[in-house]
């Protein structure tokens, strides 16, 4: 790297081995980028990409701990490592082979005293990733704005009781679309990390989710405006650090957008750990966004249900991946969105090593679900079973309350003629044993 340094020494490109020993993880064995499945490639279906804030600015401190990961690239002055830890970062996509990155703005660059230095920062910061961009050819998924961290969001940003905030949230969004144009980001995502309320005692949440509004159709306006070209996605979380967030799950959000006319400039950035902790199953978000044409983008990662909070750990369930190509080649890929592995290893998991591992893991994991999934779908038995199951909606009565001209009068006439409706088998147990066939 231009930096001079190597940070992952006597590591090389990861290559692919399928037939590898089970001990040996330093290898792809599911993921081969470019085997053709159902006419493209795998790395187009799966549009892996890196994180930058768990795995190159994580450190392992978590609420009860110390941090336990000494990373060379976080040393010296923010500025000095700042810049360290982009060259680590592009050394680690191209020996990883992934075409993706995903950052925050805050830790692309450190924050200054006021906002016109953090700027600085952030200039001087996207200069060097696009220069690395363009050495690597590795490109940005997405990017977001971190309003949350610092002690002035600590009542929310778009959300805030004081409208000063509010503005200061704008400006660093409006710098942060800059950077999304600069370097090319396909697409832009919105987490509001503190956009909701501990107690409603102290809370206009009619207001708030007004403002919250307004603050999107500003951005919607600056992104035409500058002619960025890029998705807009919200990122869904029911709690933590709030008590309630107003993007509680999937259905809350597209509720949302409906509501104040922005589900054409917006799409959603599923996170399962976020799902599960509403309680749904892993891939209850995911399935509910693309049954609205509103899935945009995976947040892949997995939690501890058990726990009950946001572990971010690595995905390497293949049930879970098979669930989620299955939805993603139904709606036919995820572009321009992808799969983002927003995880961290563990703070036990100290080696450098370790974080090759746990991203071909999860990467593995993808891949072989990818495999599943298009095992299934182009057998189509489940599929097959799935339209038997609504057969009686394909014809007479069932047509015209698909087609939404049937009226009650129709429905008290079908039934006087037809009397009680037979009992039939939802056979959930026969669907889950052909799934299991292809897992």
């Known amino acids: 790297m231009a930096s001079g340094t190597e940070f992952f020494a006597g590591i090389s490109k990861i290559p692919y081995s399928p037939s590898a020993a089970a001990r040996d993880v330093m290898c792809f064995k599911q993921y081969n980028a470019e085997e053709v499945l159902m006419g493209r490639k795998m790395e187009d279906w799966l549009r892996f990409s890196v994180c930058y804030w768990h795995s190159f600015c994580g450190t392992g401190a978590d609420p009860f701990g110390f941090p336990t990961l000494q990373r060379p690239w976080n040393e010296g002055t923010p500025m000095e490592s700042a810049r360290m830890r982009l060259h680590a970062a592009f050394e680690f996509f191209t020996k990883l082979g992934v075409k993706y990155y995903t950052f925050h703005d805050r830790d692309m660059a450190p924050e200054g005293s006021t906002l016109q230095e953090s700027n600085r920062n952030l200039e ?22 971190n309003l949350f961290a610092h002690p002035r969001y600590m009542n929310g940003a778009a959300t805030n009781p004081d409208c000063h905030v509010l503005a200061y949230a704008g400006a660093q969004v409006k710098k942060g679309l800059d950077v999304a144009k600069k370097l090319g980001a396909e697409n832009f995502v919105f987490w ?27 951005a919607v ?46 799409k959603l950035n599923i996170e399962p750990n976020h799902t599960t902790l509403a309680g749904h199953s892993y891939e209850h978000d995911i399935v509910m966004a693309s049954a609205f044409g509103m899935l945009g983008s995976v947040d892949s990662n997995t939690g501890s249900p058990d726990l009950g909070w946001d572990t971010d750990q690595f995905p390497m369930d293949t049930r879970n991946t098979t669930l989620v190509m299955k939805t993603v080649i139904e709606q036919g890929g995820l572009q321009p969105g992808g799969l ?15 974080l090759f591992i746990a991203h071909i893991g999860a990467m593995d994991a993808f891949a072989r679900g990818l495999r599943n999934a298009a095992h299934l779908v182009e057998e189509g038995l489940l599929a097959g079973m799935l339209k038997e199951r609504y057969l009686s909606f394909s014809h007479g009565i069932g047509q015209e309350v698909e087609d939404g001209t049937a009226s009650l009068e129709q429905m008290e006439d079908y039934v006087c003629h037809n009397g009680e409706p037979a009992a039939t088998s939802g056979r959930q147990e026969k669907c889950e044993a052909v799934f299991n066939h292809y897992v």
């Open 124 to 145: 001087e910061l996207t200069d060097l990733a696009l220069q690395l961009q363009s050495q690597t050819g590795v490109k940005v998924l997405w990017v977001t704005c």
């Open 192 to 218: 509001g990390g503190r956009e909701g309320f501990h107690s409603t005692l102290n809370t206009d949440v009619a207001a708030e989710l007004k403002h919250m509004a307004n603050f999107f159709k500003m």
């Open 221 to 266: 306006k600056y992104k035409e405006k500058i002619g960025l070209k890029c998705q807009f996605l919200i990122e869904p979380k029911p709690k933590e650090p709030c008590r309630h967030q107003y993007d509680y799950d999937a259905m809350s959000v597209i509720g949302f957008l409906k509501h104040y006319g922005l589900d054409r400039d917006f």
């Open 340 to 354: 983002n592995f927003d995880a961290k290893v563990r703070r036990e998991s100290t080696e450098p090593e370790d």
